[in-house]
T-cell receptor, first 112, second 115 residues
Framework: DAGVIQSPRHEVTEMGQEVTLRCKPISGHDYLFWYRQTMMRGLELLIYFNNNVPIDDSGMPEDRFSAKMPNASFSTLKIQPSEPRDSAVYFC??????????FGQGTRLTVV | AQTVTQSQPEMSVQEAETVTLSCTYDTSENNYYLFWYKQPPSRQMILVIRQEAYKQQNATENRFSVNFQKAAKSFSLKISDSQLGDTAMYFCAFIVKAAGNKLTFGGGTRVLVKP
């Protein structure tokens, strides 16, 4: 298996623009997690899904953030409109319940 | 609420020596899993080791081993024979089954291996 695949690896966008981050989990995994990592706040769980259903989105910072998982092999995290404070590394991870999550390589987002 | 605490922001160790990273956690549940992740400068998050709470035997993966003290809610990581490639951030994490398998991380410990 190719592991968790995230795209793009790097994204630079202007404030106010819409940003969409994409994730393909490992086939057969039933959990998918979105994390944000910054120097100030460390690793923050934004939202996670079980069998494509959102379980906990309490970490989503504002209504500007939304996430979807239309099927077992694809998820998106959207920020609209983006702001400079959204600059961070965004990770997607997938797991088979309880066995530990495997992470993608992350998307480094810079909002200028 | 489920929480994970890593009290050491940074540690350094000489190459070939041993370093131990501490981690404590808080949960009222009995069924959970504990993990250590490594994040090198490449920023890739790598699962290093995993421990089921119902197992008394401490997990080991090559030079990495854990000391799991369930009563104390402690889960430390020992890196033996440290190598330069072990330089990284190390995160302790856990999943509580009754809490929906939410993966919760500690704040991390930066490890620097010196030649």
């Amino acid at each position: 298996d190719a592991g968790v695949i995230q795209s793009p690896r790097h994204e630079v966008t202007e404030m106010g623009q819409e940003v969409t981050l994409r994730c393909k989990p490992i086939s057969g995994h039933d959990y998918l997690f979105w994390y944000r990592q910054t120097m100030m706040r460390g690793l923050e769980l934004l939202i996670y899904f079980n069998n494509n259903v959102p379980i906990d989105d309490s970490g989503m910072p504002e209504d500007r953030f939304s996430a979807k998982m239309p099927n077992a092999s694809f998820s998106t995290l959207k920020i609209q409109p983006s702001e400079p404070r959204d600059s961070a590394v965004y990770f997607c991870a997938s797991s088979l319940a309880g066995r530990g999550a495997f992470f993608g390589q992350g998307t480094r987002l810079t909002v200028v | 609420a489920q929480t994970v605490t890593q009290s050491q922001p940074e540690m350094s160790v000489q190459e070939a020596e041993t370093v131990t990273l501490s981690c404590t956690y808080d949960t009222s549940e009995n069924n959970y899993y504990l993990f250590w992740y490594k994040q090198p400068p490449s920023r890739q998050m790598i699962l290093v080791i995993r421990q089921e709470a119902y197992k008394q035997q401490n997990a080991t993966e090559n030079r990495f081993s854990v000391n799991f003290q369930k009563a104390a809610k402690s889960f430390s990581l020992k890196i033996s024979d440290s190598q330069l490639g072990d330089t990284a951030m190390y995160f302790c994490a856990f999943i509580v089954k009754a809490a929906g398998n939410k993966l919760t991380f500690g704040g991390g410990t930066r490890v620097l291996v010196k030649p």
